[in-house]
């Protein structure tokens, strides 16, 4: 079964760093799409960065030149190293996957979240 383990949430002052990491777990063929979602109190669930087979890796305005995404070699894990945060950055981060379990027959997938918490 495939899950998504999710770390690296946590209560920082403004101005602060944190580094998110999300691995898939479980025995599969290929992940096609991974990324990092976010919603904050009162808003909807908003894209933060996702990397992409053939297409690299895609920032919202709000985070570009602050949050950097990177992902292993094997690209089962991903990382999100995010500094320079600021309190517009709280909320719940979510972590999303196109995995493949077997050739051509991709899934996609939530972990639970981690909360980041940005303290002004």
């Known amino acids: 079964q495939v899950q998504l383990v999710e770390s690296g949430g946590d209560l920082v002052q403004t101005g602060g760093s944190l580094k998110l990491s999300c691995a898939v777990a479980?025995?599969?063929?290929?992940?096609?799409?991974m990324g990092w979602y976010r919603q904050s109190p009162g808003k909807a669930r908003e894209v933060v960065a996702v990397?992409?087979?053939?297409?690299?890796?895609t920032y919202s305005d709000s985070v570009k030149g602050r949050f950097t995404l990177s992902t292993t070699d094997a690209k089962f894990t991903i990382y999100l190293q995010m500094n320079g945060l600021r309190p517009e950055d709280t909320g719940l981060y979510s972590c999303?996957?196109?995995?493949?379990?077997?050739?051509?027959?991709?899934?996609?997938?939530w972990g639970q979240g981690t909360q980041v918490t940005v303290a002004s």
């Open positions: 999303n996957a196109l995995v493949e379990e077997f050739r051509d027959n991709p899934r996609d997938y």
């Open positions: 479980g025995k599969i063929f290929r992940v096609n799409r």
């Open positions: 990397w992409e087979v053939g297409g690299g890796t």
